[in-house]
């Protein structure tokens, strides 16, 4: 009768020591779920210890197994892949019996057929392959309880091997399995050190690797190829980037074959991660080794590479795949990688990839939008070619696609730092308009550069001919460039006439400049014209609830208290309705008025000093009166 089952938790260990020398552990048994295998014990003493091992397998057998047909029903088409590849996997090894790659439940009847060195031969290479971590376990139970073998190396270093499974394995477990080794006197051999290596590049252990590392420098065991591929793999896999990639570059150096799918990794890995630099200088070498060895990168790596690349504008990147990989049509990007590959070559002012990129989405159909002849725009007025940015205006405009003045900061940036480069601008509008239908926004830029080279009136003049230049004539940006630098309401009258004649409607911002400007003169009664009529507007029939920016506010506040008038109340009650923050300087602008006002009282008085009068003052100065008008408007403040 099977005894109860027990669990070796590490305080069990700690009371009774000796447990680690009669069992092999939980490893023999299959779990129900992911979870990660004990550490299975072997024994090395004679047969005083063997019933106790054997008493202790069965307690494991009596525990419940998983189950794989009900895992088998939940995935079917995973169950027949794995079946499939047992298949092959058994092919490929003929001398090892067919039985051992079936279910693990169901070839221990078989075994008793195999020789026991058929069985070793078969632990050498089962734990190799992909899904056999239960059936390494179930041989190594069957040996030590069936066929009485004594635990050695060859049974330690398949369970370590094991370990390298995935889903079941364990660095810990692998690390437990060293010690009970050291612990049985058990001789380790360079194949444990390279299984744990093994174990340490699936299941990343830092600790268990540096003493595999400190233990074979100890004995003299030289690393081979592929212990070193698992050592860059373990640091890449343990976050450790500056050390992994230390490791490919001495392997890179060494006269060793370094396996092509190992960049591979390296280029996901830090592709992902954003180390663009580094991920190209491992492109640019696997590609030299494809031309080698005929193993060249997958169409999904290079599209991979192209989107991290072209997500973080890395333009040398960009650059590379697309001269080798997209211009050749190896790969076809996606529409959204174009779009960030067409920014990047804005960026770094490359015509050739931008227009390119252009013509990858005009070839697919797509309509192109503002944002995809923006770049072309930026691009030719970084090389300072106004003829083509210009003209990309004029084809953006015969698409119908309505460029306006934000299309034309790039252009502005040029004209504003050169004045013959505006006059040259003007020249260049003067010739296309033959070809094209030139936007207004190509003319809103020059007329904004001649404003700030040229001043005002010369922005005026050059306004007149606006109808000339342009067939649609101005439109709402002309007319704020011009008052955002209008001083006088002859011409502010004018500007705001020519709007109506054009059937421009004003807008917030029209508005506001027309108050500014109005607060400015010496009759601003119409800044409350202007103020009423923004304050009346509507949409749809809905208010749009406008009102003055905060310097507008602030120039008919201080206007309307120089004059004394009443109606800054309004005005101050209305800025702080809409939470607009300005009683430090109104109480600022008070102080200010009140310290002249109370000068010219003091010069006043001085003068009357040498008067003699006989007759006593009955009324109030005006600068007295004035004086308490403005302490009344100081209070609302």
Known sequence: MPGERIVIDGLWRCLCPSIDAITISRLIGTPRGPRRRPIPSINSNGEATRGQARRLFRRVATGSH??????????DSAERERIQYKERLAKRSPWVPGALFGNV???????HTIPTKTIYAALKDIPGAEGTYFSVTKLVEYLVKERKEKPNAMLYESLIRANVDKNHGSAEVASQLLKEMDKLAIPTTPQIYRALLEVTAVHPDYVLRNTVLFEMKNR?????????VNITIGLLRDN??????????????????VPPWLYDIFLYVMGELGFHEETLSILKHRTKISNITNESLSSNTWQFLLDMFSRDGFYDGIKYIWDRKVSTKYINPSDGVIMNVLIAASNYADAALAVNAVQLLSNRGRKLELH????LVDIHAQHKDLLKAFTTLCIMAKADLHPDLSCTRSIFRMLRESSSETDKALEILDELRSHYEVPSCAFNVVLEATEIHRGFKVALDL????RQICVNGPDLDTYHILLRHCTMRKSMNFLFAEMEAFSIEPNQTTYDHLIRISSMQDNYEQAFQFLEKMKSGETAGLPNNWWMSRASALALIRRCILAEDIRVQELIEECRIRGMSIDAEVQQLLDTVQTQKGMAESDASTSAQGVSSTKPVTHESPDRAQLRKLNTISSWA
């Open 463 to 466: 306004y007149r001919s606006v």
């Open 66 to 75: 998983f189950d794989q047909n009900s895992e088998g029903r939940s995935h």
């Open 220 to 228: 003299w065991y030289s690393s081979t190829a592929d212990d070193r």
């Open 105 to 111: 439940d169901d070839f221990a009847a078989k075994l």
């Open 240 to 257: 450790q980037y500056e050390l992994a990639l230390e490791k490919l570059e001495e392997l890179y150096k060494d006269p060793v074959a």
């Open 372 to 375: 995809h002849y923006e770049p």
